[in-house]
């Protein structure tokens, strides 16, 4: 059984499109993360949540907005997908947050 | 804020030499540090963390760390390394609340 799974793998989309990606942890964890990795791996965290409330909430652009319809899912909607946001999409979750972090294999987003 | 720095883009070891993965971080107060290992298109992997307690942790496949409160350090180590240890690795760091930051990662290239 996978702990983190996300879904899908691999977005390909236009410019201006909607796109989701699931975000699914069998672990019984309290906290969930989004986190985007550039394409010089740089990594950077988006949202968290705990027990279904954001915490964590970093300078996104308000076209990216995260779901979180319980403790074991968090989902993210992107609107309006523009160039730049190309990059692989990382959805982690911990016990509490100092735990350490679980990682899904991620979802690579490329938009065209 | 807290901030890492890995100051190594690529370490280069040969096959049963020692491996050093050199971290430095800056957190007020008492930090969480981890590390953490990428393989090709795959998920995060947690390798090990330090919260408190001995400076020295043991972690996964071998690899152990230093914490080192006066130079703000958190090496990792491995004393002999393996050609599956070719990977990207990243240190982080957080205080209490949580909001973890990723160093920029360094390329470990282990040859036969």
């Known amino acids: 059984d996978t702990a983190v799974s996300q879904t899908p793998k691999y977005l390909v989309t236009q410019m201006g499109n909607d796109k989701s990606i699931k975000c699914e942890q069998n672990?019984?964890?309290?906290?969930m993360y989004w986190y985007k990795q550039d394409s010089k791996k740089f990594l950077k965290i988006m949202f968290s949540?705990?027990?279904?409330?954001?915490?964590i909430n970093e300078t996104v652009p308000n076209r990216f907005s995260p779901k979180s319809p319980d403790k074991a899912h968090l989902n993210l909607h992107i609107n309006s997908l523009e160039l730049g946001d190309s990059a692989v999409y990382f959805c982690?979750?911990?016990?509490?947050?100092?735990?350490?972090?679980?990682f899904g294999e991620g979802s690579r987003l490329t938009v065209l | 804020a807290q901030s890492v720095a890995q100051p190594e883009d690529q370490v280069n070891v040969a096959e049963g030499n020692p491996l050093t993965v050199k971290c430095t971080y800056s957190?007020?107060?008492?930090?969480?540090l981890f590390w953490y290992v990428q393989y090709p298109n795959r998920g995060l992997q947690f390798l090990l963390k330090?919260?408190?307690?001995?400076?020295l942790v043991k972690g996964s496949y071998g690899f152990e760390a230093e914490f080192n409160k006066s130079q703000t350090s958190f090496h990792l180590k491995k004393p002999s390394a393996l050609v599956s240890d070719s990977a990207l690795y990243f240190c982080?760091?957080?205080?209490?609340?949580?909001?973890?930051?990723f160093g920029a990662g360094t390329q470990v290239v282990v040859t036969p």
């Open positions: 982690a979750s911990s016990q509490g947050p100092t735990g350490e972090l679980f």
């Open positions: 672990l019984g964890h309290d906290t």
């Open positions: 949540y705990n027990n279904k409330e954001l915490i």
């Open positions: 957190v007020s107060g008492n930090p969480y």
């Open positions: 330090y919260i408190t307690g001995d400076n």
């Open positions: 982080a760091a957080t205080d209490s609340w949580g909001k973890l930051q």
